[in-house]
């Protein structure tokens, strides 16, 4: 008898998002729908003792509710916590060359420090 693994599509990745979100709306539903990045960054202790940074560019699809208030709170610097599935998107370009990029499809964003409110509102200091 085989054993079949258990199908388990997990991700949680801590980052700062690299631009401001754009919101598009698609589907006869006018669906929200946005594409952030997040700039991982990991630290090691490199063959020389000394310690390396590494950077890894992740791109996290955000779709509905999620989306809806992206380009008010994901702004460039927000440090976050992505949690959600892996996703594999795969097409052709106007040449026929195939392409293909995985991603997070996001399930729960956690915003770590909001971004500052710039309404005009708030008196300029002297």
């Known amino acids: 008898m085989s ?3 258990p199908s388990i599509n997990n991700v949680s990745i801590a980052g700062n998002i690299v631009r401001d979100a ?8 006018n669906v929200a729908v ?3 990045t997040v700039a991982h960054n990991q630290r090691y ?24 208030r992206a380009e008010e709170f994901y702004k460039k610097g927000v440090p976050v916590i992505v949690e959600g599935s892996l996703k594999s ?21 956690h915003i770590l420090s909001f971004p500052d409110k710039k309404d005009g509102s708030e008196e300029e200091e002297e």
Do not use: C, M, Y
Request: net charge positive; aromatic share 6%.
């Open 22 to 29: 754009v919101v598009n709306h698609v589907g006869t539903n």
């Open 45 to 68: 202790r490199g063959k020389d003792d000394k310690w390396q940074e590494t950077v890894a560019f992740i791109d996290v699809e955000v779709w509905g509710t999620l989306a809806d």
């Open 89 to 109: 998107n795969s097409w052709k370009d106007k040449e026929g060359k195939s392409h293909s990029r995985i991603l997070v499809r996001a399930d729960r964003i």
């Open 3 to 5: 054993l079949r693994p």
């Open 34 to 36: 946005t594409t952030i």
